[in-house]
C-alpha cells in the first residue's frame, strides 16, 4: 500500500518562509513523476511538478519563491517556500505517480483529481497579512 504524509505547515506572516516535506513507504520517489498541489477554496492549484526524468516546472504564481528538492536516501521531497503570501494560504498536498494532465487548475478537491494515483492527506498553511 501506498501512503504519502506531508508535514511542516503552519502559519505565519507574509514574507516568511516554510518547510513542506512528503515521504513516502510504499513508493519511490527517484526517478518518479510527483507533484505539490494546494487547494484553495474550489480549485486545486499545482504548485510544482517534478517529472521522472529530473526536469522541474512552476507555474508563474509561485516560481522564484518556491524550490522542491528530493532525498533520495530518505525517499523524501520537500517544498521551500520564501516570501510567502497570503494567497500562498491553501491545504498543500503532495501526489505521486502522473496519470494524465488535466491542467495547472482544477477545478473541485485536490483529492478527487485523477491526474495522479497516489495523494498525501494534506498539510494547512495559513499566510497572514
Known amino acids: 500500500e501506498v501512503q504519502l504524509v506531508e508535514f511542516g505547515g503552519g502559519s505565519l506572516q507574509a514574507g516568511g518562509s516554510l518547510r513542506l516535506t512528503c515521504t513516502a513507504s510504499g513508493f519511490t520517489f527517484h526517478n518518479a513523476d510527483m507533484a505539490w498541489y494546494r487547494q484553495v477554496g474550489n480549485e486545486c492549484e499545482l504548485v510544482t511538478i517534478s517529472n521522472r526524468d529530473g526536469r522541474l516546472y512552476y507555474p508563474d504564481s509561485v516560481k522564484g519563491r518556491f524550490t522542491l528538492s528530493q532525498d533520495i536516501a530518505k525517499n523524501t521531497v520537500t517544498l521551500e517556500m520564501n516570501s510567502l503570501k497570503p494567497e500562498d494560504t491553501g491545504v498543500y498536498y503532495c501526489?505521486?505517480?502522473?496519470?494524465?494532465?488535466?491542467?495547472?487548475?482544477?477545478?473541485?478537491?485536490?483529492?478527487?483529481?485523477?491526474?495522479?494515483?497516489?495523494w498525501g492527506q494534506g498539510t494547512q498553511v495559513t499566510v497572514s497579512s
Open positions: 501526489a505521486a505517480e502522473r496519470r494524465s494532465w488535466g491542467g495547472n487548475v482544477i477545478v473541485g478537491s485536490c483529492l478527487k483529481v485523477r491526474d495522479f494515483g497516489y
